[in-house]
C-alpha cells in the first residue's frame, strides 16, 4: 500500500436511459463499447490508467502507479479529449477532475482512495453536458497551463462546505510554463548568462552551429535562465519547442512547436491551411513535406520517412533560417526526448555550417543516463549544472518574491531551511503563502511534491524502497538501519550506489554512530516527499524498528532520535488502532522524559515542555506530571502552571512525596505573586514549602528563599529582601550551583540599585556575569547582562545599557525565558527612549506587553503599560496615553508598592495633560505616599520629579522648590547609606 499524490477523473455519459430506450440492443452495446474504448485510448494515451467501468461511468487516474509531475495536466488534457471524442459519436459526456493524497494498492491492482476520488465524482455530476469542472487540487496543480472559467463555490452532493470549482476550456500549448506573477528578477546566475552570452557571440563570429546544453535538477531554475537568455536577444530569432513524456506522434514535438511557429500555424488553422502556409514558407516543397510529416501537419500524406531524412530538412530549414538572422533552438526537457530528436540536434549542430545557430538544450541529469555521450567530441559543444543558489541569493530571491509584503524571520528561516537554494521551491512556497499565509510555509506545495514524486516513482523497485524506508529514518540515515528495515534484501549495495549515481543522497563524511557509513538526503524535500509516500502501517512498523536498532547501536547518544521514532510510531498505531500496545506505550514513554530531562539540562525548555507532555498521555506518572508542569514554569505560562502544579501538588501529597510536594508549594506560590500579586498565599505557600522540604534538599530551599525575598521586594521591604537573599546566596554557594550564586548576586544587586546605591550594585552585578557564564546556563546570562543593562541605563550610559539588554535578549529568547523577555524588553525600551528613539521605544514596549499579557502576568506587564502610556503622552498621544495608563492600574497588584506608585505617576500626568489638576495631583501624591516608608529610593525620586514638574507647570514654584530639596535629601540619604 502506498500513499500518493494523484488525480483523479470521472467521465460519464449524458442521459444514457434515452440511448438504451428504444434501440437494439447490439447497437447500443457496440456504442456504448466504442465509448469505452475512445475513454480509455484517451486516458491511457495521456499516461492514466482506467480504474474501473461502473455503468456508462469510467473513473481513471493519473500519478498512479507511476507518478509524473505534470498528471493534473494530463488528465485535462486526457478529459478535454475525451470530450471530443464522445461529441464525434453523437453523445455528450461530463467530465470531474481532482488532484489530492490517495492510498493505492501496489503492484497492478492500484485501486485508490481518498477525498480526491469523492470530490472528482462530484464535481463530474454537478458538470453541464460537454464541460470538464476542475476541483482546487487540479486548478492549482494546472495553474498557467490550462484556461479556466471560474464557476465559483459549487454545493456539492454528500459534502458539508461547497467546493470552488473551474470550467477547463483549453490547455496552453505543449506543456507551457507557471504563471509569472510571483517571478522575481534572476538570481546568482551571472555567470552562467554570461557564458550563454559568450558562446552565442563566438557563434555569430564564427557563423557556425553551437550546441549549449544546461543540466539541473527539477526546479533549480534551467528554463529561468534560458528565458532571461534569450528575453535579451536582439535581432535574433528564437524559437522554443518542449519534449513530452506522453502521448502519441511526439517524437518530434519540439521541432514541430518550432516549425509552426516559424511558419504562423495556428493549431486551430484548417489542414489545408496550414500545409499551404508550411510550403510557402519553406520554398523548397521537399523539406516542407518532411517537416510536416515530422510535425503532423500533412496527415494526408501517405508515406513515411526516415529519421535521415527529416533529419536533413530539419537542417535545411534551420540553415536557411540561420542565414536570414541569427537563429536560437531552445529545446526544453530533453530528458525526455526520443532518440530520433535527440540524433536530429546532433546532426544540426554538426552539419548547419556558414550560419549563426545556437541550439540550447535543457535537460536534467538523467539525459547522461541514456545518452553517456551527448554533446561529447564536438569542439563547438558546451554543458554546465546549474547548482542550488546560495543562501544569500535564496534570501535576495525571497525578498524579490515578498515584493514589499512581510514574512517573519522564523517564517523566512524555515522557508529558506526547507528550500535548500532550490529557486522553483522557493518560488511555489512563496506562493503558497501569498495564498494561504505565512503558516503554509511548513507544507510542501503540491507542485513541489508531483515534480519530486515523479522522480522517485522513475527509480528501480528496490532503489524506491530503499529511499521510502530511509526518508523514515531521517536526513541522514545509515546503512545499518537500512539493513534492518529491508530484510527481504539480499544486498543494499546496487540500490545504494543507484541513489547516490541518481543524486537523491549524498555521502555523509562523519557519522554519530561508530562503525557505521551514513549518508544524507541530498534535499530536505526528497526526504519528505519520499516519507508521504509511505503507509501509516508501514511508517509505524519502521519507526519502532528503527528505535530498536538504535537501542542496540547507541542507546545513550541518540536517545532524543530514538524518543523521537518511537513516538511517531505510538501515534500512528493509535491512529489506525485506536490504541497502542502496553509495551510500545511504556518504551515510547520512558525514553520521552528522559529526552526531556536532557532538554531541561541544555535550556531547550519548549523541547522538554512538548516532551513531558507526551510523555504523561502515554504513562501519566507523578514524576512526569511535575516534569511537564515545571516545563510550562520555565517558559513563564502562567496559567498552566497553575492548573497543572496544583494537581501535582495534590497527588504529591497522597503519595507522601516530599521532595514533589515542596516543589510544587514554591512554584505555586512564585505563580501566586506573579499572576494574582497575592502575597498572602504565596508566603503561606512558602512557609509550607520550607516545612516540607528536606534540610539537604539545597536546590529546593533556595527556590523557596527566592520566592520568600520576592515577596518581601513586593511589599517593599528592601531590607528583608536583602537578609533573605544573602542567605540564599549563601546557600547557592554550598550546593555549587553557580547559576543560583549568580540569581543572588542579581537579586541583591537589584535592591542597591532600587536603593540609589550604584556603587554597591556594580561589583555584584559584575560578579553575577562571571557566575552566570561559568555556570553555562543561558538563563543565568540573560538575566545577569539584563542587570547589567539596567546599571548602565541608571549611570546614564546608554550605549553599554544597549549592548548589555540586546545580549541579553538573545540568550532568554534562547532559553524560552518569557517573563525574564518581556522584562528586558521593558528595559531595553528605555534606553531606547533616553537616546531619543522614540520609534523603537514604542516598538519595544508593544512586544513586551504582546509577550508578557498572555502570560497572565502582573508584576512587569503593569510597568510595561505605564512607560508606554508615558512615552505616547510625551508625543502628544493623549487618548492612547490614557487607555493604557489604565490599563496599568488595573493590572498592577493591590500590595505592589512600586508598580502602584509608578502606575499611579504614569495616570497623574495623563490627568494633567488633559487638564484634570484636581485629579492629577492627587495620583502623584498618591505615588509618593505609597512608597514614601519604603527603601524604594528609585521610585520614591520618580514621584517627586513628578510632582516638581506639575508644580512648575503651574507656576507653583515654592512648593516645587520645598519638593526639590526633599528631593536632594533623598539622594544625599542614598549615598550616605551606600558609604557605610
Request: hydrophobic share 45%; proline share 3%.
Amino acid at each position: 500500500m502506498e500513499r500518493k499524490l494523484a488525480t483523479v477523473l470521472f467521465v460519464d455519459l449524458v442521459d444514457s436511459t434515452a440511448l438504451v430506450t428504444g434501440a437494439d440492443p447490439e447497437v447500443v452495446r457496440r456504442r456504448v463499447q466504442t465509448f469505452f474504448d475512445r475513454v480509455s485510448h484517451c486516458v491511457i494515451t495521456h499516461g492514466g490508467i482506467v480504474e474501473k467501468f461502473a455503468g456508462d461511468a469510467v473513473m481513471a487516474a493519473f500519478g498512479i502507479p507511476q507518478a509524473h509531475e505534470d498528471d493534473a495536466e494530463r488528465a485535462v488534457r486526457a478529459g478535454l479529449a475525451i470530450l471530443e471524442a464522445v461529441e464525434q459519436l453523437e453523445l455528450k459526456a461530463r467530465v470531474g477532475v481532482e488532484s489530492g493524497e490517495v492510498v493505492a494498492e501496489d503492484g497492478e491492482a492500484t485501486f485508490a482512495t481518498g477525498e480526491a476520488v469523492t470530490l472528482a465524482a462530484r464535481l463530474e455530476q454537478a458538470a453541464e453536458p460537454g464541460q470538464l469542472v476542475l476541483g482546487p487540487g487540479a486548478h492549482r496543480l494546472t495553474l498557467g497551463r490550462v484556461e479556466v472559467e471560474d464557476l465559483g463555490p459549487l454545493d456539492l452532493k454528500g459534502l458539508a462546505e461547497p467546493v470552488w470549482a473551474w470550467r477547463a476550456v483549453c490547455t496552453n500549448g505543449g506543456g507551457g510554463a507557471r504563471p509569472r506573477s510571483l517571478e522575481a528578477p534572476l538570481v546568482g546566475r551571472e555567470a552562467e548568462l554570461d557564458l550563454l552570452q559568450n558562446t552565442y557571440e563566438r557563434a555569430l563570429r564564427d557563423r557556425r552551429a553551437h550546441l549549449f546544453t544546461i543540466y539541473g535538477e527539477p526546479g533549480v531554475g534551467k528554463s529561468r535562465l534560458g528565458r532571461e537568455f534569450s528575453e535579451a536577444l536582439e535581432g535574433a530569432t528564437v524559437l522554443h519547442g518542449r519534449s513530452l513524456p506522453y502521448g502519441e506522434g511526439v517524437t518530434y514535438w519540439p521541432l514541430a512547436e518550432m516549425v509552426k511557429s516559424a511558419a504562423g500555424i495556428a493549431d486551430d488553422d484548417p489542414l489545408d491551411v496550414a500545409i499551404d502556409k508550411l510550403r510557402a514558407f519553406c520554398e523548397d516543397e521537399a523539406v516542407a513535406d518532411l517537416l510536416g510529416l515530422a510535425s503532423g501537419v500533412l496527415e494526408a500524406v501517405q508515406s513515411e520517412a526516415s529519421a535521415q531524412e527529416i533529419a536533413w530538412a530539419a537542417r535545411e530549414w534551420a540553415q536557411r533560417l540561420a542565414q536570414e538572422q541569427p537563429l536560437v533552438l531552445v529545446f526544453e526537457d530533453i530528458h525526455w526526448a526520443e532518440e530520433p530528436l535527440l540524433e536530429l540536434i546532433e546532426h544540426l549542430a554538426t552539419w548547419v555550417r556558414e550560419a549563426p545557430l545556437l541550439l540550447l538544450c535543457l535537460a536534467r541529469p538523467e539525459l547522461l543516463d541514456l545518452r553517456p555521450g551527448w554533446g561529447g567530441g564536438r569542439v563547438r559543444a558546451t554543458a554546465i549544472e546549474l547548482e542550488a543558489l546560495q543562501r544569500e541569493e535564496s534570501e535576495q530571491l525571497v525578498d524579490a518574491l515578498l515584493d514589499g509584503g512581510e514574512l517573519s524571520e522564523e517564517a523566512r528561516r524555515e522557508l529558506l531551511d526547507k528550500t535548500e537554494g532550490n529557486p522553483l521551491f522557493v518560488e511555489e512556497t512563496m506562493r503558497l503563502v501569498a495564498e494561504e499565509g505565512a503558516g503554509s510555509v511548513e507544507r510542501i506545495p503540491d507542485t513541489v511534491q508531483a515534480l519530486i514524486a515523479a522522480r522517485i516513482d522513475r527509480l528501480p523497485a528496490e532503489s524506491k524502497m530503499l529511499l521510502q524506508r530511509a526518508a523514515v529514518i531521517g536526513r541522514i540515515f545509515w546503512a545499518g538501519a537500512l539493513e534492518r528495515l529491508s530484510p527481504e534484501l539480499e544486498s543494499l549495495e546496487a540500490p545504494l550506489d543507484d541513489l547516490l549515481l541518481r543524486d537523491f543522497v549524498l555521502d555523509e563524511p562523519r557519522s554519530s554512530i561508530r562503525g557505521e557509513q551514513a549518508y544524507r538526503f541530498k534535499h530536505v524535500l526528497i526526504r519528505e516527499v519520499a516519507y508521504s509516500g509511505v503507509s501509516k502501517s508501514a511508517r509505524a512498523e519502521h519507526h519502532k524498528a528503527f528505535a530498536e536498532w538504535l537501542k542496540e547501536r547507541s542507546a545513550e547518544e541518540l536517545l532524543e532520535i530514538r524518543a523521537y521514532h518511537l513516538d511517531h510510531a505510538a501515534k500512528l498505531t493509535a491512529e489506525l488502532n485506536g490504541s497502542v500496545p502496553a509495551d510500545l506505550q511504556h518504551d515510547a514513554a520512558e525514553a520521552l522524559e528522559e529526552a526531556g530531562i536532557r532538554a531541561f539540562a541544555r535550556e531547550a525548555n519548549r523541547t522538554a515542555r512538548h516532551l513531558f507532555v507526551r510523555a504523561v498521555e502515554l504513562e501519566p506518572t507523578l514524576r512526569r506530571r511535575y516534569l511537564a508542569a515545571r516545563a510550562a514554569d520555565r517558559l513563564s505560562d502562567l496559567p498552566t502552571v497553575s492548573r497543572e502544579m496544583e494537581e501535582v501538588l495534590e497527588a504529591a501529597a497522597e503519595a507522601g512525596d516530599r521532595w514533589t510536594q515542596g516543589r510544587a508549594l514554591v512554584t505555586l506560590a512564585e505563580a501566586a505573586v506573579l499572576r494574582h500579586a497575592d502575597v498572602q498565599t504565596a508566603e503561606a505557600m512558602i512557609e509550607q514549602a520550607l516545612e516540607v522540604l528536606e534540610q539537604d534538599d539545597l536546590a529546593g530551599r533556595f527556590r523557596a528563599l527566592r520566592a520568600r525575598a520576592t515577596i518581601a521586594w513586593i511589599r517593599g521591604d528592601l531590607a528583608k529582601e536583602e537578609h533573605v537573599m544573602q542567605e540564599a546566596y549563601d546557600l547557592a554557594s554550598a550546593a555549587g550551583r553557580k547559576d543560583f550564586e549568580s540569581e543572588a548576586a542579581d537579586e541583591l544587586a537589584s535592591v542597591y540599585l532600587s536603593r540609589l546605591e550604584l556603587d554597591r550594585a556594580a561589583p555584584l552585578v559584575e560578579k553575577a556575569i562571571l557566575l552566570a557564564e561559568e555556570s553555562g546556563s543561558a538563563e543565568a546570562r540573560g538575566r545577569a547582562l539584563r542587570f547589567a543593562g539596567q546599571l548602565h541605563l541608571h549611570r546614564g550610559e546608554l550605549d553599554d545599557a544597549e549592548r548589555a539588554l540586546e545580549a541579553a535578549r538573545e540568550h532568554l529568547a534562547e532559553a524560552g525565558a518569557a517573563w525574564m523577555l518581556g522584562r528586558t524588553l521593558n528595559f531595553a525600551a528605555y534606553v531606547a527612549e533616553a537616546k531619543g528613539e522614540t520609534v523603537r521605544a514604542e516598538q519595544l514596549f508593544r512586544e513586551s506587553i504582546r509577550i508578557l499579557a498572555p502570560l497572565e502576568d502582573r508584576a512587569t506587564l503593569c510597568e510595561s503599560q505605564r512607560g508606554l502610556a508615558e512615552l505616547l503622552l510625551a508625543e502628544g498621544r493623549t487618548d492612547e496615553a490614557e487607555r493604557f495608563a489604565l490599563a496599568a492600574r488595573d493590572t498592577v497588584g493591590a500590595q505592589d508598592l512600586s508598580s502602584l506608585a509608578t502606575t499611579a505617576i504614569a495616570l497623574g500626568r495623563v490627568r494633567a495633560a488633559q487638564g484634570r489638576d484636581d485629579e492629577a495631583e492627587a495620583l502623584l501624591q498618591e505615588a509618593e505616599e505609597a512608597i514614601a516608608h519604603t527603601e524604594h529610593r528609585l521610585t520614591q525620586r520618580q514621584a517627586l520629579d513628578a510632582q516638581i514638574e506639575f508644580m512648575r507647570d503651574r507656576g507653583r514654584e515654592d512648593e516645587a522648590a520645598e519638593l526639590a530639596e526633599r528631593r536632594e535629601q533623598l539622594l544625599a540619604d542614598a549615598e550616605s547609606a551606600a558609604r557605610a
